[in-house]
């Protein structure tokens, strides 16, 4: 053989032994991810050949899947779309799956390797192939009562069982139809697609978990169980309270609520200051417990940057970085980059609720087998442990404070006691604040906790986002009394 035909033959070679490995190289080690691709198409049109599992609130179906004279067998149909949509997602043909369509879709397609057993019954018994069924945590008429107080505006809604960590309620707006999405008419689907790409904000973001934001005055009760847990404060300890505050080191000022004075005397009791949400105050405190004691105390409550599973999963809070003691005082009063989803917040109140104990939040219940066995049953975990009961009970002291006699009055419900925190947001410049409330009720024996949060709903946090907690509270406190 001469030199040429040897080189050709050699550059064959090469050739075929790296068309070898790319094909092994795709079809083991790439097999799963592209499995798992949403835009794999054939995998999803295989799975419309049987019937996948339903999404379960209160015992009723909100995913469902029903049989079809079409090309593809089952039509994937949601009985309360847009109530349920930031939850259940949705499952296309066209644009793949989102939300628990996504977290728990092995179960739903029958693949979960729990349910080998079934699917082999099944191909001895030649019953058709279906999927399991996942039970959330939700309460409906809490449910439907947070979508209810969003309405008309953009927001979320995230309400705990501060005992467990179970998610009561989930709601984000605006929301959108998944069935639109799920459809079979392709033209159809494409053309709301469009649509909701168009939108501004985008429908298909779940505000409660998937975005954070600057959560304004709700930052104070991490500050306020900092300051409690030293050792050095308690709810009657007197701490400065000046008009303005120039920052350490700049010639920056800081002021308070529409330039609101908090006391005559520049000074106040640390339950008054959060009573009335002092800003000036707070930032002098963050500035003197340090910014060790400020994060450490933020950390421990969750806002440590990762995000959960759960089984979505969600965007992380944190704190941010604190440079300076100006920067300390600006993210003492939760400004500057500090940044937590609705989820955390309500974490947050969910903590002090729980005697200082803070649960693993989850929104699945249960899974089940298509013949209704219980595959998997969660059971409450214990997230963290932010403050000592003592610590706790003086907290709730000061936010029933905040209900009784502040910014939260809004969030009173008749014969309960409330315990809560009201937040408002700067943003920048010509952009209307965001608006929060933070609370558990009733105050002595916590059922519930929640977090409300609005975007740009240029309010205060007491007079937009604290009504919609106390529709949300009261829906499951009523709810409970059945």
């Known amino acids: 053989m001469n030199a040429p035909l040897r080189r050709v033959a050699i550059s ?23 499995r798992a691709d949403p835009g794999n198409r054939r995998v999803v049109y295989e799975e419309y050949d049987r019937q996948r599992g339903s999404i379960v609130v209160d015992g009723n179906e909100v995913a469902l899947s029903t049989e079809t004279d079409d090309a593809l067998t089952y039509l994937r149909q949601y009985p309360q779309g847009p109530l349920y949509a930031a939850v259940t997602g949705y499952y296309s043909v066209r ?7 996504r977290a728990e879709n092995d179960v739903l397609t ?52 501060p005992s467990t960590g179970a998610i009561l309620a989930m709601a984000s707006t605006p929301t959108y139809d998944p069935n639109q999405l799920s459809s079979h008419d392709a033209a159809a689907v494409d053309a709301y697609a469009a649509g909701l790409e168009a939108a501004d904000p985008d429908p298909r973001l779940n505000r409660a978990i998937s975005d954070n934001y600057p959560p304004g005055s709700v930052f104070k009760v991490i500050v306020s ?41 520049q000074e106040q009791p640390l339950i008054r200051a959060l009573t009335i949400s002092c800003n ?6 963050g500035i003197e417990l340090g910014e060790d004691r400020v994060r450490d105390m933020a950390e421990a409550f969750g806002m440590d940057g990762e995000g959960l599973s759960i089984p979505m999963e969600t965007e992380g809070s944190s ?27 309500a974490m947050i109140a969910a903590g002090v609720a729980n005697d200082g104990t803070l649960m693993t939040p989850y929104l699945v219940d249960q899974l089940r087998a298509p013949d209704l066995t219980v595959i998997e049953q969660t059971d409450p975990e214990e997230f963290s442990q932010p403050v000592s009961p003592e610590v706790a009970d003086q907290l709730t002291e000061m936010m029933v404070s905040v209900v009784e006699n502040g910014s939260g009055r809004a969030a009173r419900i008749p014969g309960v006691e409330v315990a809560g925190k009201t937040g408002t947001a700067q943003v920048r410049e010509g952009v209307p604040d965001h608006n929060w409330f933070i609370g558990f009720a009733p105050a002595d024996d916590p059922e519930i906790a929640v977090a409300v949060f609005v975007a740009n709903g240029g309010g205060t946090g007491g007079d937009v986002s604290a009504p919609i907690a106390r529709q949300v509270m009261q829906a499951y406190l009523d709810g409970q009394g059945d």
């Open 319 to 345: 704190v941010g970085e604190i440079e300076s003691d100006a920067a300390l005082g600006q993210t003492s009063i939760g400004q500057r980059d500090v940044r937590v989803t609705p989820l955390q917040a």
């Open 225 to 265: 169980a900092a300051a409690l847990s030293s050792g050095d404060y308690t709810p009657d300890t007197v701490i400065p309270a000046p008009d303005v505050l120039t920052l350490p080191g700049t010639s920056t000022t800081l002021e308070n609520f529409n330039g609101s004075r908090c006391d005559a005397a």
């Open 110 to 161: 029958g693949d979960d390797a729990r349910l080998f057993t079934q699917r082999l019954s099944d191909l001895f018994t030649g019953r058709d192939p279906s999927g399991g069924d996942v039970v959330l945590t939700l309460d409906a008429p809490t449910q439907e009562a947070a979508m209810a107080g969003l309405d008309g505006v953009t927001g979320a809604v995230v309400a705990l069982d």
């Open 12 to 34: 064959v070679l090469v050739l075929f032994t790296l068309l070898i490995v790319n094909v092994n190289y795709i079809q083991v080690v790439r097999s799963e991810e592209l």
């Open 95 to 101: 644009f793949g799956s989102r939300g628990i369509e």
């Open 280 to 285: 000036t105050a707070f930032a002098l405190l």
